[in-house]
């Protein structure tokens, strides 16, 4: 990915599903590459699982303090949530669906989500998301600190 960057052949940087191992790797192999005086590149997005129950601060932390943006895949956690006690309250306070629900609260907490849907109706309804905000409270509570993926495999945690 480096090479190709320094090649000009990607413009910008990205990575999916590392964890902060992966991502310190990558930037020691960067700073060699510019001590070696090679333009060694920049990560600028990170992209991976990330949910009320997927919290990922370590990650997280990691790639505020570093200006690399957050991309949010799987934020609505394939529908195995709706109806969790969790949601029920700001669903009845806002009128919005669940689905509403996590995509605003990726957005309020600085992420890019990425949802999936083949339905028109719900693609439209998960843009339907600027007309109201979480308070405070309810951002905070949805950041559970919890650790249940939603896909199969998470390779942030697995060592080689």
């Known amino acids: ?6 090649r000009g052949e990607i ?3 990205g990575v999916s599903n590392y964890g902060v191992r992966h991502l310190r790797e990558l930037l020691e192999f960067i700073a060699h590459e510019e001590r070696e005086g090679r333009p060694g590149g ?3 997005v990170w992209q ?5 129950w997927l ?9 505020e303090e570093l200006g690399i943006v957050i ?3 799987s934020p609505l956690v394939r529908g ?3 109806g969790d006690a969790l949601l029920k309250d700001i669903v009845e306070r806002t009128g919005k669906t669940e689905a509403q629900i996590l995509i605003r609260w990726s957005l309020q907490m600085g992420f890019v989500p990425l949802p999936k849907s083949e339905k028109n ?7 339907e998301v600027f007309d109201f905000e979480l308070t405070e409270e309810e951002v905070k509570r949805l950041d559970t600190g919890k650790y249940e993926p939603c896909t199969q495999w998470d390779p942030t945690v697995w060592t080689l």
């Open 80 to 82: 195995l949530k709706w």
């Open 11 to 13: 413009k910008h940087l």
């Open 121 to 127: 109706e719900r693609i439209t309804e998960n843009a």
């Open 42 to 44: 920049r990560i600028e």
């Open 1 to 6: 990915m480096v090479e190709a960057q320094q």
């Open 55 to 63: 919290s990922r601060h370590d990650v997280r932390e990691f790639c």
């Open 48 to 52: 991976g699982e990330i949910h009320p």
């Open 71 to 73: 991309q949010a895949y």
